[in-house]
Nanobody, 117 residues
Framework: QVQLVESGGGLVQAGGSLRLSCAASGSTSSINTMGWYRQAPGKQRELVASIRNDGMTRYADSVKGRFTIYRDNAKNTVSLQMNSLNPEDTAVYYC???????????WGQGTQVTVSS
């Protein structure tokens, strides 16, 4: 099993930046892809960015060029640098890990990001 703990959310003005971090513990050697999802009120949870073990990344079109995902396999952490934030980025952001042969999903508790206009 894996435990994920996020940090770094908060309130920021439009155009500002935030960095989210997620620390994994437990059976971390079996983690495949790690990433960030978000869920805004009344909307479905959506992928923001993900990064594989080999470093390949994937981004939602809405964040390309503004957000960057980083992964440190030695420290079992994944971070999301968010720049040029806008109110549409307001959501609860969840850290995600894809674990093991059967690709079990693990989630963090979520961290609120609020962007004011």
């Amino acid at each position: 099993q894996v435990q994920l703990v996020e940090s770094g959310g908060g309130l920021v003005q439009a155009g500002g930046s935030l960095r989210l971090s997620c620390a994994a513990s437990g059976s971390t050697s079996s983690i495949n892809t790690m990433g960030w999802y978000r869920q805004a009120p009344g909307k479905q949870r959506e992928l923001v960015a993900s990064i594989r073990n080999d470093g390949m990344t994937r981004y939602a079109d809405s964040v390309k060029g503004r957000f960057t995902i980083y992964r440190d396999n030695a420290k079992n952490t994944v971070s999301l640098q968010m720049n040029s934030l806008n109110p549409e980025d307001t959501a609860v952001y969840y850290c995600h890990a894809d674990w093991g042969w059967f690709h079990v999903d693990y989630w963090g508790q979520g961290t609120q990001v609020t962007v004011s206009s």
